[in-house]
């Protein structure tokens, strides 16, 4: 499976031209399996495609395993010589304050650090690790919500300065690539919650749907 993670990866980067010889990636990683799963194939390919990496972690103040997640996180750099950029905010405290949900603050928050990053390193664009999975909850969630063809995409391997290479990647299959490296990512506990629509759906609707058909997901992505 690593392998073929691997070679996925290469193909998502050169056949979407996400990335070309010679540039510089910041790559979003919380420490969970996603992020580990992009940084740990980026990291791979990097000499192959004459690529430079940096870090970006966010620390939002709402678990009490974030701290843990930073050292992690901060670790796997500090062993393959990666510089690692760290940003600790209070999320529940600044969601207050602008009077938005502690989901949509965080995002805000993360999007902005990781912007600032690119910029004060130079470099050409961030790496986010949405998979095909995320595809499938944010066209399902697009439907809920009522939006045109647009919203029915999804999403794209590359907008502005964002690039998804594991976009086509089910998290089954990250999973594995975790497992059969002995990366041991960590767990964010408050995705298995359904304190979110996102979570309902990912928790409890595409499960349903996948016991009427199996290849649901797949069939979403190729609609």
């Known amino acids: 499976m690593v392998d073929n993670i691997i070679d996925i990866v290469r193909s998502n980067i050169i056949d979407n031209s996400l990335i070309s010889k010679g540039d510089k990636i910041v790559v979003a990683v919380s420490g969970g399996p996603d992020s580990m799963c992009l940084l740990d194939t980026l990291y791979k390919l990097k000499d192959e495609l004459d690529i430079k990496l940096e ?12 701290d843990d997640e930073k050292i992690y996180v901060e670790k796997y750099c500090n062993d393959r010589n990666i510089p690692f950029h760290y940003l600790k905010v209070n999320v529940p405290t600044l969601s207050k304050e602008k009077k938005m949900s502690e989901e949509t603050c965080g995002r805000e928050i993360r999007y902005e650090f990781f912007e600032k990053v690119r910029k004060e390193t130079n470099s050409n664009y961030i790496a986010v690790a949405h998979n095909l999975n995320d ?38 299959d990250i999973i594995v690539y975790n497992n059969e490296l002995g990366l041991n990512p960590c767990m964010d506990k408050t995705n298995e919650e359904e304190i979110y629509l996102r979570n309902k759906i990912r928790l409890t609707l595409i499960p349903y749907l996948q016991e009427l058909n199996p290849n649901f997901v797949a069939n979403i992505s190729r609609m």
Do not use: Q, W
Not at 55 to 66: D, L, T, Y
Not at 138 to 154: A, H
């Open 55 to 66: 870090v970006a972690h966010v620390n939002h103040g709402i678990r009490k395993e974030s």
């Open 135 to 172: 595809n499938v909850e944010t066209i399902i969630l697009n439907e809920i919500r009522g939006c045109g063809l647009k919203g029915l995409t999804g999403m794209d391997f590359k907008f502005n300065y964002i690039i998804r290479p594991l976009l086509t990647i089910e998290k089954k």
